[in-house]
């Protein structure tokens, strides 16, 4: 089973994504932890992906897929996987769908966690973190006991520059766009299923189980 997990910068995919590993029984595959392992460990693509950005250039699709190729070949992976932050692109998506064809497999789900833009900002411009050592925090979901001082060190809360609201909406201006471009990929080949992200984490976690079961019955996969 593969499940592509999309949603903007604050959508709140990396909590959903846990959630769906733990149900599910796959693991949970975003392409940043994928990128580091590779590098970490001195495999060939990763090398070669690490020339790439260390030359300030975007890691070609095709690297990136042969390292998604790698990691899929491991025991665990051996069910499927849950996939975030690939595809980004529509060319990405097509890149995976003939990589997984190959294969003999298919994106069997891809499941959108739909958040209006104007409440992204509010989410992310409302993290803080501790100047002494970052501690994270956020002023609606998880704020400190004190106000503006952190419960482990005792420092002040800043925020970051990329939080700004500001800085934000260029940033989501920015990836919206691809997004849309691959949600509607998504929708063409049938695999897509989207929950209204702005819902408690719960519900959103039951809506996400629901209706990537009600969508593998309709595929004869449950």
């Given amino acids: 089973m593969i ?17 769906l590993r733990e149900r599910l029984g796959i693991p949970h595959v975003a392409t940043g932890d994928l990128f580091r392992a590779a590098i970490r460990a001195a495999t060939p693509v ?7 950005m260390d030359a300030g250039e975007l890691v070609p699709d095709g690297v990136t897929i042969r390292m998604l190729e790698d990691r899929l070949a491991l025991p665990d992976a051996a069910a499927g996987a849950i996939l975030d932050g690939f595809p980004r692109t529509a060319i990405q998506a097509e890149a995976l769908d003939q990589f997984l064809e190959a294969r003999g497999s298919r ?9 209006p833009a104007d409440l992204l900002v509010e989410r992310l411009s409302g993290r803080r973190v501790c100047q002494a050592s970052g501690h994270p925090y ?18 002040a809360l800043v925020q970051r520059a990329d939080d700004a609201p500001a800085t934000v909406r260029a940033r989501l201006a920015g990836t919206l766009g691809d997004l849309n471009d691959v949600v509607a990929h998504y929708r063409a080949t049938g695999a897509l ?3 209204d992200g702005r819902q408690p984490i719960p519900a959103v976690s039951a809506g996400l189980l629901a209706v990537l079961d009600a969508g593998l019955r309709s595929m004869g996969l449950r």
């Fill in 3 to 19: 499940v592509v997990l999309l949603g903007a910068p604050g959508a709140g995919k990396g909590t959903q994504a846990a959630v």
């Fill in 46 to 52: 990763g090398l070669e992906a690490k020339a790439y």
């Fill in 107 to 115: 994106v069997d789900a891809a499941l959108l966690i739909d958040v």
């Fill in 138 to 155: 956020h002023l609606e979901l998880n704020p400190p006991r004190v106000t503006g001082v952190c419960d482990l060190d005792g420092s």
């Fill in 193 to 195: 299923r989207v929950v």
